[in-house]
């Protein structure tokens, strides 16, 4: 079975501040993960993957296997960043996708 | 390229009518997906294919039947519709194959079922 789990509901920071958005996963082969974003009334869109280990906007993701985690971080957030985030698990070859419950980052101006 | 389409936007039903969701992608996508979307529930996978001809359940398949009509097009029914299948449904669709491809998102059908 594959899990992900976002601890936080809803994350508030001031601008500037840094940002973690938590995510930790259940997989039992290597997982394939991703963090997705949907701004207000925008369908959901691609933010990373971790096998790129790119960087978007500023954010970055590194996958954790020995703490099954791939947090989502910023070093300073911008008002554009309110959005909800969601973290997702796709198990190896299998199109099976599994997102987690989502988390709300509000910036504070 | 429209990429993933939905149809309709948005619906009301009285509970026990029926209804068909359509989605549609253009991009000649392997897999895809049906995605419900709750407060404090995140997205949950109702349904999806991973190839033509192939569907499987995903978390909360109840009350949902699917069709995947050709490689484009993949439905969504509700028999007998409940309250409890008020919600926001996103279809997505992915390449499929071995690699981190990522999902597109269609914009979403807002359904109340009153």
């Known amino acids: 079975a594959q899990r992900v789990t976002q601890p936080e509901k809803l994350l508030s920071v001031f601008k500037g501040a840094p940002v973690e958005l938590k995510c930790n996963y259940s997989y039992s082969g290597s997982p394939e993960l991703f963090w997705y974003v949907q701004y207000s009334r925008q369908r959901l869109q691609l933010l990373l993957r971790h096998i790129s280990r790119e960087s978007i906007k500023g954010f970055t993701a590194d996958l954790n296997k020995g703490e099954t985690s791939f947090h989502l971080k910023k070093p300073f957030a911008q008002e554009e960043d309110s959005a909800m985030y969601y973290c997702?698990?796709?198990?190896?070859?299998?199109?099976?996708?599994?997102f987690g419950t989502g988390t709300k980052l509000q910036v504070i101006p | 390229n429209a990429g993933v389409t939905q149809t309709p936007k948005f619906q009301v039903l009285k509970t026990g009518q029926s209804m068909t969701l359509q989605c549609a992608q253009d991009m000649n996508h392997n897999s895809m997906y049906w995605y419900r979307q709750d407060p404090g529930m995140g997205l949950r996978l109702i349904y999806y294919?991973?190839?033509?001809?192939?569907?499987d359940k995903g978390e909360v398949p109840n009350g949902y039947n699917v069709s995947r009509l050709n490689k484009r097009e993949f439905s969504l029914r509700l028999e007998s519709a409940a309250p409890s299948q008020t919600s926001v449904y996103f279809c997505?669709?992915?390449?499929?194959?071995?690699?981190?491809?990522?999902?597109?998102f269609g914009p979403g059908t807002r359904l109340t079922v009153t």
């Open positions: 294919s991973a190839s033509e001809g192939t569907t």
């Open positions: 997505a669709s992915r390449p499929g194959g071995l690699g981190d491809y990522e999902q597109y």
């Open positions: 997702a698990l796709s198990g190896g070859g299998y199109q099976k996708v599994t």
